[in-house]
């Protein structure tokens, strides 16, 4: 078991007073058999009129800040301790109906599952699709996890990662044709070509926990997961190229890769506005 403090610090700063509209946050990690909160702790100033928290489809924590009278600067600072609980990453078993491919899901799975099996960015699909291609023709009965292992992989190895601070994530196509992107654009990539073949999967926003990197380098970070029978929802990370473990901690989940950014909100006034985002993920003894 791992104990992680993780604190997440956006700060927005405007030329003149501006008035806030409402603001909404995904900064408290998903709770679950392998993740536990310890604490947290949520800051939003100035002028604070409510925050309240809820849970959206996805079953995601969000909280909502509303805002009274007019502000030069917006500060929203998350601390939260976690402990988290290694899986083993040997133990996949997959129900013996899905351990080659293609298969089909069960009935009532697919019904709750046939949202995420549908690609979202249908301009170039057939370009996406021809690269699918490369990785399953009709006639092969590849081991399942070994396919999509190797969908990771190759997104790994062929597309080149950057930081890149536009808002969103670019086609599928576009990360093809330029070889590079994000970690969202790389995950992007590789759950629209697991959909492609059939398979349900899903955008995952959160934190990547990598002691080598300096301090300055820390930042959010995402990754996909596949829904495998008798397995459930496996991580993935094409960033790295490796399987979702011990170091990666899910903050929000989504069908969409846009609809989940960690802060988004509106102003309202003539001003000129800059940001900055400060992640840290520090190990804690004991």
């Given at each position: 078991?791992?104990?992680?403090?993780?604190t997440?610090?956006?700060?927005?700063?405007?030329?003149?007073?501006?008035a806030?509209?409402?603001?909404?946050?995904?900064?408290?990690?998903?709770?679950?058999?392998?993740?536990?909160?310890?604490?947290?702790?949520l800051?939003?100033?100035?002028?604070?009129?409510r925050l309240?928290?809820?849970?959206?489809?996805?079953?995601?924590?969000?909280?909502?800040a509303?805002?009274?009278?007019?502000?030069?600067?917006?500060?929203?600072?998350?601390?939260?301790?976690?402990?988290?609980?290694?899986?083993d990453?040997?133990?996949?078993?997959?129900?013996?109906?899905?351990?080659?491919?293609?298969?089909?899901?069960?009935?009532?799975?697919?019904a709750?599952?046939?949202?995420?099996m549908?690609?979202?960015?249908?301009?170039?699909?057939?370009?996406v699709?021809a690269?699918?291609?490369?990785f399953?023709?009709?006639?092969?009965?590849?081991?399942?996890?070994?396919?999509?292992d190797?969908?990771?992989k190759?997104?790994?190895?062929q597309?080149?990662?950057?930081?890149?601070?536009e808002?969103?994530?670019?086609?599928?196509?576009?990360?093809?044709?330029?070889?590079?992107?994000?970690?969202?654009?790389?995950?992007?990539?590789?759950?629209?070509?697991?959909?492609h073949?059939?398979?349900?999967a899903?955008?995952?926003?959160g934190?990547?926990?990598?002691?080598?990197?300096?301090?300055?380098?820390?930042?959010?970070?995402?990754?996909?997961?596949?829904?495998?029978?008798?397995a459930?929802?496996?991580?993935?990370?094409?960033?790295?190229?490796?399987?979702?473990?011990?170091?990666?901690?899910?903050?929000?989940?989504?069908r969409?890769?846009e609809t989940?950014?960690?802060?988004?909100?509106?102003?309202?006034g003539?001003?000129?506005?800059?940001?900055?985002?400060?992640?840290?993920?520090?190990?804690?003894?004991?």
């Amino acid at each position: 078991m791992r104990r992680l403090n993780i604190t997440h610090t956006t700060t927005y700063n405007y030329s003149a007073p501006v008035a806030f509209g409402p603001h909404k946050m995904l900064l408290r990690p998903r709770v679950g058999h392998d993740i536990r909160i310890e604490s947290s702790r949520l800051e939003v100033s100035p002028n604070v009129a409510r925050l309240f928290w809820h849970r959206d489809a996805q079953g995601n924590s969000v909280a909502i800040a509303t805002f009274a009278g007019l502000g030069d600067h917006l500060s929203i600072s998350s601390e939260v301790v976690v402990e988290h609980y290694e899986d083993d990453q040997t133990l996949l078993e997959l129900d013996i109906d899905a351990i080659t491919y293609p298969f089909q899901y069960d009935a009532m799975e697919r019904a709750e599952l046939f949202p995420y099996m549908q690609p979202v960015f249908t301009q170039a699909d057939e370009e996406v699709r021809a690269w699918v291609k490369s990785f399953w023709v009709g006639g092969q009965s590849p081991q399942t996890f070994e396919l999509i292992d190797r969908i990771n992989k190759t997104v790994h190895s062929q597309i080149s990662y950057i930081v890149r601070e536009e808002f969103g994530v670019q086609r599928p196509f576009d990360t093809l044709l330029s070889g590079t992107g994000s970690c969202r654009d790389l995950a992007t990539l590789f759950l629209e070509a697991c959909r492609h073949l059939g398979f349900a999967a899903r955008f995952v926003s959160g934190y990547l926990y990598a002691p080598d990197l300096p301090d300055a380098a820390a930042s959010t970070h995402a990754w996909a997961e596949v829904y495998l029978p008798g397995a459930g929802w496996c991580g993935f990370d094409p960033t790295t190229g490796n399987r979702v473990g011990s170091d990666h901690i899910a903050v929000a989940v989504a069908r969409h890769p846009e609809t989940v950014p960690p802060v988004a909100g509106s102003f309202s006034g003539n001003a000129q506005s800059t940001l900055q985002v400060e992640v840290k993920l520090i190990a804690l003894d004991g």
